[in-house]
C-alpha cells in the first residue's frame, strides 16, 4: 500500500483591485490559485463562487479556502471592501430665476461639500463650494461627488439675465414755450 500525504495549499493571498467602489460598480478578488477556490463573504460561502476571480458588488469581508487533493489551506486575511453609496441626485435653490445683467443669484448646492457647477453642460472652473454666484444667463446643473461616487446630474436650472434698457434720451419739440 502506497500512502501519499498530500502538502496543505499555502494560505492564499487575495489581491484586489480596489477596496473601495461604488454602489452599483465592482471590483474583482483573485487568487493565486487555479483552481479549488471557494469565496467567503462575512464568515459564509458564496455560492457558485469557486472560479481564480470574484467579483464583488457588496461591502463587506472577502476570505478564500483553496482545496487541492481534499486539503483545504488555511482562511486568508479578510479583505474589507466598502461599496459607497452613489449621492442622492441635488437639487439646486436659487434666490432668484431671473435678475438683471451686472447683477447676480446664488445657487446653493445641499452638499456641504464634494461640488462641481456646470454652466450649459460644462464645468465651471473651480466652481465647487456651496454656493455658486452666478452673472450670465444659462442653464447650470450639479454634480455631487462624495467617496468617488459622483451622483447624478441635477435637473437644468434655466437662469436669465435681462439687458438693463439703454438710457433714454428725451427728445423735446421745444425747450422754450408759452
Known amino acids: 500500500v502506497i500512502l501519499i500525504a498530500h502538502p496543505i495549499p499555502a494560505t492564499p493571498e487575495i489581491t484586489v483591485s480596489q477596496k473601495e467602489f461604488c454602489e452599483g460598480s ?13 469565496w467567503y463573504k462575512d464568515g459564509n460561502p458564496i455560492q457558485d463562487a469557486n472560479q481564480q476571480t470574484y467579483i464583488a458588488t457588496e461591502s463587506g469581508k472577502y476570505t478564500l479556502v483553496v482545496t487541492l ?3 483545504s ?9 466598502i461599496a459607497h453609496p452613489i449621492p442622492a441626485t441635488p437639487e439646486i435653490t436659487v434666490s432668484q430665476k431671473e435678475f438683471c445683467e451686472g447683477s447676480s443669484t446664488t445657487l446653493t448646492s ?15 472652473q473651480d466652481a465647487n ?3 455658486y454666484i452666478a452673472t450670465e444667463s444659462g442653464k447650470y446643473t ?5 467617496n468617488n461616487c459622483a451622483s447624478l446630474v441635477s435637473d437644468a436650472l434655466v437662469l436669465i439675465a435681462h ?8 427728445t423735446v419739440s421745444q425747450k422754450e414755450f408759452c
Open 26 to 38: 465592482s471590483t474583482t478578488l483573485t487568487s493565486p490559485a487555479a483552481t479549488g477556490n471557494q
Open 69 to 71: 487533493n481534499n486539503c
Open 73 to 81: 489551506s488555511l482562511v486568508s486575511d479578510a479583505l474589507v471592501l
Open 110 to 124: 445641499p452638499a456641504a461639500t464634494g461640488n462641481q457647477w456646470y454652466k450649459d453642460g460644462n464645468p465651471i
Open 129 to 131: 463650494q456651496q454656493t
Open 142 to 146: 450639479l454634480v455631487v461627488t462624495i
Open 163 to 170: 439687458p438693463i434698457p439703454a438710457t433714454p434720451e428725451i
